[in-house]
């Protein structure tokens, strides 16, 4: 039995996730890690009564023999309680490399986003990611892209390159560094304008079907535009 508190103090709304944390790595590593700062096992516990006790020293925990299990419980102070049973997971194979290079180990054309409060800023964080691709030609093109387009903010400036191959993300980042054109690379700046919705029926339709019902009918077309029209009004927009 041990508390992550010992380790961080209280995380107020964190705490839960907090535990979740520390047995996911206790897990990775395959040691229980030992509660910090207890001298003495409270005296209103009947420790003799089962077998409970604290973690003051830590332990190797053997995941080969029986699969390693852990209890997360979190307490809140208005009556919340939660309890979560973490199990060790199934062993994942490592993907062999297909060869070097940052979008070698993905399929297909991999995005890479970027985007900065100025065009300086934009250029600046493209030589970052850059000098990071090559420092580490290893890295998960799909990672990557991933973390790029979800873990940061967007800006106004921005720039996508697009990854089919190690060579690829290097001459497209390397191009968007100095503003120059490249095939791989789009680069612009965010525009105010408007979004609209088109939906054009139930059941099986084929790709570009609304638009066309919207250019060749005029009753399509009048009925659409009344309809964002009256979006515009809703949302208070000219």
């Known amino acids: 039995l041990g508390s992550v508190k010992s380790n961080l103090g209280h995380t107020q709304a964190a705490a839960g ?3 979740v944390i520390k047995m996911v790595m206790a897990m990775r590593h395959g040691v229980l890690p030992r509660t910090l700062h207890v001298d003495a096992p409270s005296s209103h516990v009947d420790w003799s009564a089962g077998a409970v006790e604290l973690l003051t020293e830590v332990r190797e925990w053997p995941g080969d023999e029986r699969v390693r299990r852990a209890g997360v419980s979190s307490f809140g102070i208005s009556g919340t309680n939660a309890h979560l049973i973490l199990e060790q997971p199934e062993p994942v194979a490592e993907l062999e490399p297909e060869g070097e290079g940052v979008a070698s180990l993905a399929p297909g054309v991999v995005p890479l986003a970027l985007s ?11 030589a970052r990611l850059l000098a990071r691709i090559e420092a580490d030609p290893a890295l998960r093109a799909v ?3 991933h973390s790029l387009a ?3 903010s967007h800006f ?16 497209g980042l390397a191009a968007v560094c100095v503003g120059e054109p490249d095939p791989a690379a ?3 700046e965010c525009e105010a304008g408007r979004t ?3 939906f054009s029926g139930q059941g099986s339709q084929r790709l570009g079907m609304g638009r066309e019902l919207y250019a ?6 009048e009925a659409f535009d009344a309809v964002c029209a009256a979006l515009d009004g809703l949302l208070g927009r000219p």
Not at 116 to 126: D, K, Y
Not at 156 to 171: F, G, I, P, Q
Not at 216 to 221: G, I, N, Q, S, T
Request: glycine share 8%.
């Open 17 to 19: 996730v907090a535990g």
């Open 116 to 126: 900065g409060r100025s065009a300086e800023a934009l250029r600046a964080q493209a």
């Open 143 to 145: 990672d990557l892209g």
């Open 150 to 152: 979800t873990q940061r």
């Open 156 to 171: 106004d400036h921005r720039a996508v390159v697009l990854a089919d191959e190690w060579e690829t993300a290097v001459r």
């Open 186 to 188: 789009v680069v612009g």
């Open 196 to 198: 609209a919705f088109l």
């Open 216 to 221: 060749r009918f005029p009753v399509f077309a």
